[in-house]
């Protein structure tokens, strides 16, 4: 079964952190991506994210989630480019589109769409490396205070994925095998494997809530304490790279280190203050994953 998609533990100190600064590092990634706006720093967020990826052991699916963003990122390039009229510099004129007015094409148009799409692909390396390399079922456990209910049930449905996309390939491939297997790749086809895997999975959803019912999950209550883990050097270092990277992306916005404005006309920030900020969020998000002191191979 293909896994790409799917956490599995590996040994590297995003792996080794716990989850809940796992995540709080995927997000305030996410955050230096919104604040934002000049190309270089968001090509400098997106080459750490490839070196992250690399640093723990997930680089291939992070080179896979890189070719789909750049798919997606293409399309808001253009879209921008045939719909915004704001720029001033145009290198192409389509002459009257009709409803969408005059089919002038504007290089301010055509960098803030490449910006726009910098920001998603940025989002979408983040997310896939925090789906890679975050522990869904410890970081589900956070929740269990609050309402150990809810996080059973987000748990399962976590773990419910890779049983769900097996029985999709297995479900496929028995479909090509038949005599009219051919014609099935079609829009039929899929329509009657989309039933039968959502048929199959509600069958397991019945059978796996009668489990938890007979074992007494449903009269589960909550612990009156655990054991605290304690912080490691992981911990610590991946906490502090969220820190400077939000510190990092505040500065870059408030003393116009990565100023940029794309219209009516394109002025971006490239000094020397503009290569320092990209050179410390380069070592912000890379640095935790150098050490791998303590890391259980």
């Known amino acids: 079964m293909n896994r790409g998609l799917f956490y599995r533990r590996l040994p590297s100190p995003l792996h080794t952190a716990r989850a809940g ?35 723990a052991g997930v680089g291939r699916e992070i080179g896979r989630a890189l070719r789909t963003a750049l798919v997606v990122a293409l399309p808001i390039v253009l879209v921008n480019v045939l719909v915004a009229r704001q720029g001033l510099t145009v290198f192409a004129r389509l002459g009257d589109l009709g409803p969408f007015g005059q089919g002038d094409l504007t290089v301010e148009a055509l960098v803030y769409g490449a910006v726009i799409g910098l920001k998603v692909t940025v989002l979408i390396l983040v997310s896939t490396l925090a789906s890679l390399a975050i522990d869904p079922d ?110 990092l992306a505040l500065a870059g916005r408030l003393t116009g280190a990565a100023s940029f404005a794309a219209y009516p006309e394109l002025h971006m920030q490239l000094d020397a203050a503009t290569l320092a900020l990209c050179v410390a969020l380069l070592l912000a998000v890379l640095l935790p994953l150098g050490d791998r002191r303590g890391i259980q191979p």
Do not use: C
Not at 36 to 52: E, F, R
Not at 220 to 237: N, V
């Open 21 to 55: 600064i796992g995540a709080v590092w995927a997000i305030a990634l996410s955050t230096a991506a919104l604040l934002l706006y000049n190309p270089l720093a968001l090509a400098t967020l997106a080459l750490a994210l490839l070196g992250a990826g690399f640093g």
């Open 138 to 247: 410890e970081l589900l456990r956070l929740l269990r205070p609050l309402s150990f209910r809810s996080a059973l049930t987000a748990s399962l449905a976590t773990r419910m994925l890779p049983v769900l996309a097996a029985d999709a390939q297995r479900l496929a491939e028995a479909q090509r095998t038949r005599p009219e297997g051919a014609s099935a790749r079609g829009g039929r086809g899929r329509v009657a494997l989309l039933s039968a895997v959502l048929g199959g999975s509600l069958d397991r959803a019945m059978d796996v809530a009668a489990t938890l019912e007979l074992r007494g999950y449903a009269a589960a209550k909550r612990r009156a304490g655990r054991l605290r883990r304690p912080w490691s050097r992981h911990d610590l270092a991946f906490a502090a790279s969220s820190i400077a990277v939000v510190g």
